[in-house]
């Protein structure tokens, strides 16, 4: 273990733990559309849980991809994600992951704001969020909620086993971009290398998380790239997912991950955006930047969020009228913050 924690992390670590060892039944959840670290953090937590003695489930406001199916190989009844409304209600502690909106947590937001039970929150977003009452274990600084999980096991003496460091790793890989974005920090490849000395073998994480896609994933991936427009100009880049395509390549939304970071690899491009229609005549915005452009800031004054360099946001209207505004507000944006 090579990692050290401030007084006031240890104490909100211990604060946690003694909420969920009071627990009878602990429901973990995550934002719709669940990402690895959402996934990796529940699955890593309920293996931790599970060691303490505790009962714990995960029920998540939308399905799993298929891709994580492997976190739940050692935990075959964990993820109860299709009865998820009634998971919750039968919670006598709610735990909730790498989100701190209920506004994120799709059909389940209003049944965890209307239990009244402790709701604990570990998360690493700058939103404030506007969940119920409770401990919080909240560090935007980290660069996944999975590293505050291991940060909860250290602080608590919570042994780490394989399955737990897996999941784990899942996590920290997944929301740094293989660990290559700007949020890994150092601390964040000692936690990896703490969950690496476990034995658990890098290569075949890898291989379980990006390389068993179906054929649908890279025709997603072209069709969207098709769409490719550049503004040198604003140093702007967007992508468009062609309507049905979802559908039509038999994926998920979930396929869609990393497909932003081409219009972000271009170079002079500061702000790279994905934009997904949504079932309910909505649309999904997902924002990217390069050097000091804040997605974070431009997300939220749309009402959504995020990171620094990651950010989205889900607004009602058509395609053509989210774009027109989303892109009118982007270039302002870029024009009001210079590239230095
Ligand atoms: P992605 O673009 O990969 O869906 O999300 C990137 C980041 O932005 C994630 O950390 C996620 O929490 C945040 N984010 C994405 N969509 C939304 C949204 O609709 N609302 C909020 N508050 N945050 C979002
Ligand atoms: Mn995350």
């Known amino acids: 273990m090579t990692i050290t924690l401030t007084d006031d992390k240890r104490k909100a670590a211990q604060e946690v733990a003694d909420t969920l060892g009071a627990a009878r039944y602990i429901v973990l959840t995550t934002h719709v559309n669940p990402d690895g ?6 699955v890593g937590l309920a293996h931790l849980l599970r060691a303490q003695g505790r009962t714990v489930v995960i029920a998540n406001p939308t399905p799993t991809p298929a891709r994580f199916d492997f976190l739940f190989r050692d935990l075959p009844e964990l993820d109860r994600s ?30 965890v704001s209307g239990r009244q039970v402790p709701v604990v929150c570990i998360d690493h977003h700058a939103s404030p969020g506007t969940l119920p009452a409770g ?6 600084s980290v660069a996944a909620t999975g590293e505050l999980i291991y940060e909860i096991a250290v602080a608590n003496d919570w042994p780490v086993n394989t399955s737990t460091a897996r999941a784990l790793y899942v996590a920290l890989m997944t929301d740094t971009g293989g660990f290559r974005f700007s949020n890994t920090h150092p601390r964040t490849l000692r936690v990896a290398a703490d969950l690496l000395e476990t034995g658990i073998d890098p290569e075949s994480i890898y291989l379980d998380v990006y390389a068993t896609a179906p054929e649908g994933r890279p025709r997603l ?6 769409t490719l427009v550049v503004e040198p100009e604003y140093g702007l880049a967007w992508v468009t997912v062609p309507p049905g395509a979802i559908e039509r390549y038999g994926v998920t939304p979930d396929d869609l991950d990393g497909v932003v970071e081409h219009p972000r690899s271009i170079s002079g491009v500061r702000l790279a955006i994905l934009f997904r229609e949504l079932s309910q005549g909505r649309i999904k915005v997902s924002l990217r930047s390069v050097g000091d452009v804040n997605v974070a800031t431009f997300a939220h004054a749309l009402g959504g969020g995020g990171h620094a360099k990651a950010a989205g946001v889900a607004l009602p209207g058509t395609m053509a009228e989210v774009q027109a505004m989303i892109l009118t507000a982007a270039r302002e944006y870029l024009s009001n913050t210079n590239g230095s």
């Open 82 to 111: 299709r009865e998820a409304v009634r998971a919750i209600r039968k919670a006598d502690t709610i735990v909730v992951l790498d989100i701190a909106d209920s506004t994120r947590l799709g059909v389940l937001g209003a049944e």
């Open 221 to 226: 991936l072209a069709a969207t790239l098709e």
């Open 37 to 42: 670290d959402g996934l990796g953090s529940e």
């Open 135 to 140: 401990p919080r274990f909240v560090d935007p």
